[in-house]
């Protein structure tokens, strides 16, 4: 069993794998890095000379040519905005932008109701245009494209393409918080993950129960979205920086945090985000119709909530 970390997209990476004799760490991690590099060069927001920057930098009316792996990434997203009428938008970025959870400067206060009424005027997914046959994005006019609900978890799927590339038929793959499992370890144990209980110091939990659930993740993925990583606080109130792009303003329900496994963490990132948006109510029915496996830990009169969908509660047996 071998593991290697590194950073990508303001986060880290973490692998463990079985490796074959002849494959060396370096040429391992190297690959790994590379696969990751790829994503973060093509649809970062910080970075000015992404594909993603320069469609979002794009003047009104042109088409714009996407890399495969950015246009695959970018349809997923619209798919997801269809399906959830919008609660779900990866074109929010005016929004997340404004309230200070981009690439721009941070803020210490709520926006205006005025800024925030400007910034809604450019959301909406359904502004955007595909052509498949040339992988091509028609860019309308000021739509602002963030997929840093989706990229990281692509990202674990990509490196999982990478590493069964090689050959490589048991590993673990972790982007800041997304996760992805295949086969199972060299003494034929699944890989167990635990579903850190929101509170407990990023990478620092210790005792068990700091774990909300424990589950093997060999064959499929789980992506966990918070409340508790991103805020900035005003008074008492204080702001997450999960924005509904609806309503133009972070979400106000009671959501420490979703959990949602799937085949791929691609699947799975953006459904996290959706849920928290929807919240527990609209959300676990929305994934109930779908046959979804989400949990949801809510901020409860005496403390933390679990309420988990039926496909989540059976893969805990599983």
């Not at 167990?192 to 589950?215: F, K, N, T, W, Y």
């Not at 990583?229 to 106000?252: A, C, E, L, W």
């Not at 420490?256 to 676990?284: C, F, K, N, R």
Request: glycine share 12%.
């Amino acid at each position: 069993m071998k593991s290697t970390q590194g950073q990508t997209m303001g986060t880290t990476w973490s692998v463990r794998a079985v490796l074959p004799m002849e494959l060396s760490l370096r040429a391992w991690h190297d690959g790994i890095q590379a696969a990751l590099d790829l994503v973060d060069g093509q649809m970062s927001t910080y970075k000015p000379q992404s594909a993603l920057s320069h469609f979002n930098s794009a003047p009104a009316g042109t088409w714009h040519v996407l890399p495969t792996e950015c246009f695959q990434v970018v349809k997923h997203a619209l798919s997801v905005a269809r399906d959830s009428d919008g609660a779900y938008d990866p074109t929010v970025g005016p929004l997340v932008n404004l309230w200070g959870f981009g690439p721009e400067a941070s803020r210490g206060e709520p926006p205006s109701d005025e800024a925030i009424a400007g910034a809604s005027e450019r959301i909406g997914w359904w502004k955007i245009k595909l052509d498949d046959a040339t992988h091509s994005l028609y860019q309308p006019g000021g739509i602002y494209l963030d997929l840093s609900s989706v990229a990281k978890g692509y990202g674990v799927d990509l490196v999982g393409r990478y590493l069964d590339g090689l050959g490589i038929g048991a590993w673990l793959v972790e982007v800041g918080g997304e996760l992805k499992g295949k086969g199972t370890k060299p003494d034929r144990s699944p890989w167990r993950i635990g579903i850190e209980r929101p509170g407990a110091a990023a990478d620092a939990v210790e005792h068990v129960d700091q774990l909300s659930q424990v589950l093997t993740l060999s064959g499929r993925a789980i992506a966990t979205s918070g409340d508790y990583r991103r805020t900035f606080t005003t008074g008492d109130v204080s702001f997450s920086h999960h924005i509904d792009p609806r309503s133009g303003r972070p979400v106000p329900h009671a959501v420490a945090s979703v959990s949602v496994l799937a085949h791929d963490a691609m699947q799975a990132d953006p459904i996290g985000t959706l849920m928290t948006v929807l919240g527990p109510e609209q959300g676990l029915r929305w994934a109930n119709e779908r046959g979804l496996a989400v949990m949801f830990i809510l901020h409860g009169a005496n403390g933390l909530e679990e309420r988990l969908s039926p496909a989540f509660a059976a893969a805990l047996s599983s």
